[in-house]
């Protein structure tokens, strides 16, 4: 995998709190006892235009409501994919209803699902069904970057499957905002510490809202996380599976944890890389991501200091402070770029210094060339990292997860601080995390006045299924080790295995040691022992 490959792959698991992202939620899971996973016996797809894929381990259809059967009996068509994906990729859309509730109240929409056969058909295991985050990455791009994401032994024997959640990608999507208006939300001023700038801020949040709901009114309402495991549920059926196989990161493993607690029986082989806990709330999961934010920073300027060409002082103490001055000087004054139109704002400078933290291989890097240009007067190399990890492409947004992050989350948890809780809370954070817990307690404003209704809760997972193979990051900046530690003990019968590494998640980032015990896992079944700690 090239550094530069590697990057574009982790972007698509980026969750943050500033400007028209928060922190990424989460809801509770419970259910009854599992069976053992076992390996499908499921066919084999031939790629060619007009293929069906029937499977033959489709359970009988009074397994389901009378209402679903429809969904769960459909074929998918499948055909060669449009535009530059690989050519061994195959494409097809899947029904799913809008509402689980009511499914015949306000129809269907279309899940748009892609599928790689596995190398070697006569030894295939299933299908293993993939998640990158968000919410609001497309799992249609990350699965297509098939041989970053996951081992060639394991690509051997599973068909691989990535979907676009409802909503997002190609799937339904939500299209709240004009490219000028992201572009003015993201610059926006993040630290609103006057009454002009806190109604501006609420302006552009009441606008996302509002045009999520103008978008796809009935589908805006039920984005939720809980809905996008049930159209998971719909996929496995159709695939042919008896069980979810499943790689979940970040976000991907709150989408994984509520499917476990949906359907306990059909949890296959899952993997868990980068944690949500399920058990908190907004507040809890900003606060969260500030301290994995800071921890991060450290370590980069720790990192930086050892370096001849770093850009910022050598003492990492005088190097932090050397930003947080950059940060209140850029406040009041933005840094040009090569665009004069776009400069490089407050807002626009801590997003680009959060991104940075999700790559140690190319992120820090990158980061530190961006860094000299902004400390030169230029923000240019920065403002450009940033358009790289928000799909922005010659003035124009590739996709809608700039917004959709905002329509799920909001949904997902009921706590929406207003403006007294929210500056409270900026003053206490901004003393333990000097330079994100300020923009991240301010995040949380976006859902303070969301115009749907959450739908979801913060709670323990709580249940019995298979065992699951749960993977923290020591460093993790953006879902901190934390989270999966805790999960893990929700999760009693399942193991942990944690990396000490730097950067977004641990599979497939650099450590032999995690990749060979996932690999272990999905081929044969095997979990660890007992819980591990690699160094490698």
Known sequence: MTSRGRYRVLA???????????????????????????????????PQAGTELTGTQQQASADYPAALRPYYQQRLQWTPCSGAAPSDFVCAGMRVPISYANPKRFGDITIAVTRRPATSSQ?????????????????????????????????????????????????APLSCLTDAQI???????????TPREVSQFRSMSDALGKG???????????VDTESAARDMDILRGVLGDPRMTYLGKSYGTFLGSTYARL????????????????????????????????RAMRRFLADCARLRNCPLRKDPKAAYQQLLDLIARTDAKPIPTSDPKRPLTQSLLQTGLIFGMYDSAYGWPAERNALRGVLGGDGTDMLDMIDFYVSREDGHYKDNSNEV??????IDRPDRPGIAAVQKL??????????????????????????APAVGRAAPWRGKTAPVLIIGNTYDPATPVEGAKALRKQMHNSRYIEWVGDGHTAYRQGSSCVDSMVDRFYLSGTLPAKDQVCRS
């Open 12 to 46: 698509a698991t980026v969750v943050v709190g500033c400007a028209l992202s928060l922190a990424v939620v989460a809801v509770s899971a419970s259910g009854p006892a599992a069976a053992p996973t076992q390996a499908s016996t499921g066919s084999t797809l031939n």
């Open 123 to 171: 030894k295939r295991l299933g299908s293993l069904v993939v998640n990158p985050g968000g919410p609001g990455g497309s799992g249609i791009e990350y699965a297509q970057a098939a041989d970053m994401i996951v081992s060639a032994s394991v690509l051997n024997r599973y068909d691989l499957v990535g979907f676009d959640p409802r909503g997002v990608g190609a799937s």
């Open 183 to 193: 572009d003015a939300f993201l610059a926006a001023d993040a630290t609103p510490d």
């Open 212 to 222: 999520c709901l103008k978008s796809n009114r009935e589908l805006a309402r039920r």
């Open 263 to 294: 359907f306990p029986n059909r949890v296959g082989r899952f993997v868990l890389d980068g944690v949500v806990d399920p058990q908190m709330d907004n507040v809890a999961l900003s606060k969260a991501q500030a301290m994995g934010f800071e």
């Open 405 to 410: 992050i905002a329509a799920v989350n909001c």
């Open 426 to 451: 900026a003053r206490t954070w901004s003393t333990s995390y000097p330079m994100f817990g300020e923009v991240l307690a301010y995040g949380l404003l976006t859902c303070e006045r969301w115009p």
